[in-house]
């Protein structure tokens, strides 16, 4: 028996909409670190075990990898020969990837100027055709809609299903590695796709067979097979430029520094407001500063280099920790959704400057001796 990890279908294949015509496009996705952060939790003065879903670690460097090889593998299925996707930048970095690999044509919208070098350069490698246009990411989501009535291309945004689908697994992850449902889940939310998904996953882990549920209507197939007993509550953040769920209403001139999450007009704003309203949690909103403060301590403080949108999570729990709004003994995950390397200017910005020095051995000793 071979125990070579083959990606998140084939590991999660009886609670996922595939059969044996299905051919699975995938980079080894999902499987990725539950880290438990030993430096910041103390910070906030509670005790709580505060863990980060590390989703940056995916081929890619973001959790749309979750999704796209479900919605490619999809796409194949049906014979599709292109996909088309509207970006902030990791979902095309995705998107071309995995088209790369099943052989299909992808199409990205992005907004002109607003994407991190790391994002681009990797839909470019992939072989995705890159249309910048002149307008943000809801311009580019509202095209996509309309060229997919008109074009043969298959949409690889999270309004497919599928992306959904391969997004829950996350939360089956951590379910397992912990043994358990974690109390809180705290997560960044831009287009709202990843709540959504992250709660249907905790929702069929825990077999939610609760009349009142959005999801199942008191039918959940999978109540035998259940991971856990329990759902968490459920936080989301947004960057206060472009937090459209706490204003109550789209918000059309969206701006961060956290470009994955400068989205004005959520596509999954349904489903989202379901899991923060039957989870019992909240959205909140966070600033730039904030929030970059965060990304530059999970980096030198935890090790672990995220973007500046997937810091917001871990920041939003802190605070949230502190004031008591989560209460100390929780069990508390944070989704990192993406890898620093893919925002390197945000980060370098951040970041004590480079010492240059003379090559010699007094200088290098001295610049040590002056930082110890
Ligand atoms: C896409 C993305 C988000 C936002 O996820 P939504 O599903 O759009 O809410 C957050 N962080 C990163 C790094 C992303 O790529």
């Known amino acids: 028996m071979t125990t070579r990890y083959k990606g998140l279908i084939e590991r999660y294949r009886d609670r996922l909409p595939v059969d044996s015509n299905t051919p699975v496009v995938s980079l080894c996705e999902g499987d990725t670190p539950l880290i438990q952060l030993v430096n910041l939790p103390a910070t906030t003065g509670k005790s709580v075990e505060m863990y980060v879903k590390f989703d940056g670690m995916n081929p890619t460097g973001s959790f749309k990898d979750r999704g796209m090889t479900m919605a490619v593998s999809k796409a194949a299925e049906k014979g599709a020969k292109a996909i088309v996707c509207a970006s902030t930048g990791n979902t095309s970095a995705a998107a071309a990837a995995y088209a790369a690999r099943a052989g299909m044509t992808a199409f990205v919208l992005i907004p002109e100027g607003k994407i991190p070098m790391g994002k681009l350069a990797q839909a470019m490698a992939h072989g995705a055709v890159v249309l910048q246009i002149r307008g943000n990411f809801d311009d580019g989501m509202k095209l996509v809609k309309e060229v997919a009535g008109e074009a043969p291309v298959e949409i690889v945004n999270s309004v497919n299903p599928f992306r959904l689908q391969g997004q829950k697994t996350a939360a089956f992850e951590i379910v397992e ?61 947004q960057a206060a430029g472009a937090a459209p769920f706490l204003r109550g209403e789209p918000v059309s001139e969206p701006e961060t520094v ?17 899991a923060v309203s039957e989870s019992k949690g909240w959205f909140d909103e966070i600033s730039d500063e904030e929030l970059l403060v965060t990304h530059g301590l999970l980096a030198s403080r935890e090790g672990v280099f995220c973007e500046p949108a997937s810091a917001i999570s871990v920041c939003g729990a802190l605070r949230d920790i502190k004031s008591g709004k989560i209460p100390e003994g929780s069990v508390v995950t944070c989704t990192v959704t993406g890898h620093g390397l893919k925002d390197t200017d945000t980060a370098i910005a951040g970041a004590d400057p480079v010492v240059t020095i003379d090559a010699d051995l007094a200088s290098v000793k001295s610049a040590i001796l002056n930082h110890i």
């Open 177 to 237: 590695a912990l043994g358990k449902a974690p109390d809180y889940h705290c997560i960044p939310v831009g287009n709202a796709g990843n709540i959504s998904g992250y709660w249907i996953g905790y929702s069929e882990a825990c077999g939610h067979n609760t009349a009142s549920c959005t999801l199942c209507n008191g039918d959940c197939p999978y109540l035998e097979n259940k991971l856990t007993e329990s759902r968490p509550v459920m936080v989301g953040y």
């Open 258 to 274: 956290a470009t994955a999450i400068r989205i004005g007009n959520p596509q999954s704003w349904d489903l989202a407001k379901a």
